[in-house]
Structure formats: C-alpha cells, structure tokens
C-alpha cells in the first residue's frame, strides 16, 4: 500500500544539459545576437559585461517594454529565429544522456508527474523529446515560446505549476545551469544541480541547490532514500 508519504508528486526537468547533452554554440549565439541588437538601435552598454544568451533575451525585453507594441513584436521575431537558429544547430547533435531512459522510466513506474521546462524553443524541445521517445513522460512542456522571460526568471516554472495545479513545495526542479537553480530558487522551489551539463560549457558553478548529483540516476536516492 502506498502509505509513504512522499516529499514530492512531481519532478520538473531542464531539457538541454539535463535530459540530452549541452550543445548549444553559446559564444557564437552571443555574439551574434549583440551584434543585431546593435544594429536594431540597441548598443551592448545596455546589457551587462559577457551577457548570456538568457539575459540578452531578457534584458531586451525590459529595453522594449516602453517602445510601440508592434515594433517590439517585430524585434523579437527577428531575435526569436535567431534562436532558433542555434536551437537547430544543437538539435542536429544532441544526444540522450546516459540513464535519462532508466531514471524517466522509474519515476513513471513509481507515479510521479513529470513536466519540461526550457529555454529552448518548442520545435527543438518537441523534435528532440519525440527522437529519443521520451515525449509520453511529460504532462507539460514549457518552452521559450510560450514565455516573455527565459530563466532565470521564474515564469516557466509557475506557468508549469499552474498547469499541473501543484504547490512549489511539492515539485523538485532538476536542472545542470545556474539560472534553473535561480529560478526555482526565485519561488522557493526545491532545485536539483545536475553537474556536467550548461556549467561545464560556461566555467560557472551554480549556487548552492538543495541537493546535488552527478549523474540522473541519482535521484533515486534523492526521492526514495533507502
């Protein structure tokens, strides 16, 4: 009989890093997207030193809360193909990380509600999920397209918890980068630092998670210590 009580009834995952390896080209997306700010009339002294692809994203929406609607719209389609320009690129060569399988197939055998939360886009996050046959897991996947703010703002994880009707008490967020563990950190979320992914990529060590592990099939342990 299920008469343990469980910490959890839910476990949300980051996709790229988390659930399939990092691929994203970040320098280069960087860059590039700098570079069409500035030629949109926006110059780089308004974004802070060695920005990430996340906070560019981001801070130009702050930038374009007090322009025209229409025009701010304009600019994002634009940024928007561009990131998905470098979601493509990453698609072409992701690959499932090791016991992503096991760990999902676990977690459903033992009943818990599983959603994506992402900052790539819904194409991508859709292709990738569907390649590997892992899209069944998942009640919901939040992706940069259904957001006007990637993490670590904490909107794709409350707009998910709204969805699936849980408390953030009740979910834990696994993730590989600094702004999941911020993110979830932002709504008093437990979070879950995968290492190996994002923070390789980037040099950064994320701030203290409420637990942390090196490999997916550790949280396990975390959800059912023996």
């Known amino acids: 009989p299920m008469t343990l ?3 959890f009834d839910a476990v949300l995952f980051d996709l790229e890093g988390t659930l399939v390896d990092f691929q994203w080209q970040l320098n280069h997306a960087v860059e590039e997207i700098l570079n069409f700010l500035g030629n949109a009339g926006i110059p780089h002294t308004r974004y802070e030193d060695n920005p990430s692809y996340a906070s560019l994203y981001n801070t130009t929406r702050d930038i374009t ?11 994002f389609e634009k940024l928007s193909s561009t990131y998905e320009a470098y979601d ?12 992503a399988c096991d760990t999902l197939e676990w977690l459903s055998a033992k009943k818990y509600r599983m959603g994506i939360v992402s900052n790539c886009g819904a194409h991508a996050s859709n292709a990738v999920l569907k390649k590997f046959s892992l ?12 957001l ?21 008490d009740r979910a834990l967020f696994v993730g590989d980068s600094i702004n999941d ?5 932002r709504i008093a979320m437990p979070s879950c630092f995968l290492h190996g992914g994002e923070s390789v990529a ?18 396990t342990h975390i959800l059912e210590p023996s």
């Open 202 to 219: 980037t040099g950064q060590r994320a701030p203290a998670a409420t637990y942390e592990i090196m490999t997916l099939s550790d949280l």
């Open 65 to 75: 809360d007090t322009w025209p609607p229409d025009e701010a719209e304009k600019l």
């Open 148 to 168: 006007s703010y990637l993490k670590p703002s904490s909107e794709g994880l409350k707009l998910t918890l709204r969805k699936m009707n849980l408390s953030a």
């Open 88 to 99: 493509r690129d990453a698609l072409s060569r992701w690959e499932i990380l090791p016991q």
């Open 5 to 7: 009580t469980r910490q």
């Open 135 to 146: 899209l069944e897991y998942f009640e919901i996947i939040v992706s940069r397209n259904d």
């Open 181 to 185: 563990i911020l993110a979830a950190d």
